[in-house]
T-cell receptor, first 112, second 112 residues
């Protein structure tokens, strides 16, 4: 089974500031996909961003961007201009061999 | 569009009881999965299916059965409920293995 590690159980950020969530993974594959999902208190799982391993360019979605370092097997998420609505648990996920493996999650708190 | 529909949303069982968690999607997705979410552990894959009539085990399959008789439905059966199966269960589907998953709203299951 693939291993996805999120080393930060909790992160706190001031509104309008930037926060970076770390994620590392273990794989022997060269072709795979990485995702960040957001889970607010409503329990819904919401896709934030997706990265294809064969693409060197880092994915960006509005205020969310990733720093994908394939050799280091690192996939961090940067949230810029943080908003109160960004408060949630964030999960990093690795897709390969038909299976999606999740990290343990990072709880993000946004201070007004 | 309904997307992925899970029923029930909440359920309390006694140890030893059996039950089926229902999952239906109306997007004609071939790929469907069941996850459980426990505190501090992210989402773990229970079983998955790559099409009607085809299922396979995930990371934590013990105590659960699945079947996929139609493209739309992917029920998860607990054979003899145990307190260790207290969790939040998510069903997800996707059209292509590498595409983001669409998640249901989850079922909170408590086993006494």
């Amino acid at each position: 089974a693939q291993t996805v590690t999120q080393s930060q159980p909790e992160m706190s950020v001031q509104e309008a500031e930037t926060v970076t969530l770390s994620c590392t993974y273990d794989t022997s594959e060269s072709d795979y996909y990485l995702f960040w999902y957001k889970q607010p208190p409503s329990r819904q799982m919401i896709l934030v961003i997706r990265q294809e391993a064969y693409k060197q360019q880092n994915a960006t979605e509005n205020r969310f961007s990733v720093n994908f370092q394939k050799a280091a097997k690192s996939f961090s998420l940067k949230i810029s201009d943080s908003q109160l609505g960004d408060a949630a648990m964030y999960f990093c996920a690795y897709y390969g061999d038909y299976k999606l493996s999740f990290g343990a999650g990072t709880t993000v708190t946004v201070r007004a | 569009n309904a997307g992925v529909t899970q029923t029930p949303k909440f359920q309390v069982l006694k140890t030893g009881q059996s039950m089926t968690l229902q999952c239906a999607q109306d997007m004609n997705h071939e790929y469907m999965s069941w996850y459980r979410q426990d505190p501090g552990m992210g989402l773990r894959l229970i079983h998955y299916s790559v099409g009607a009539g085809i299922t396979d085990q995930g990371e934590v399959p013990n105590g659960y059965n699945v079947s996929r008789s139609t493209t739309e439905d992917f029920p998860l059966r607990l054979l003899s409920a145990a307190p260790s199966q207290t969790s939040v269960y998510f069903c997800a589907s996707r059209i292509d293995p590498a595409q983001p998953q669409h998640f249901g709203d989850g079922t909170r299951l408590s086993i006494l």
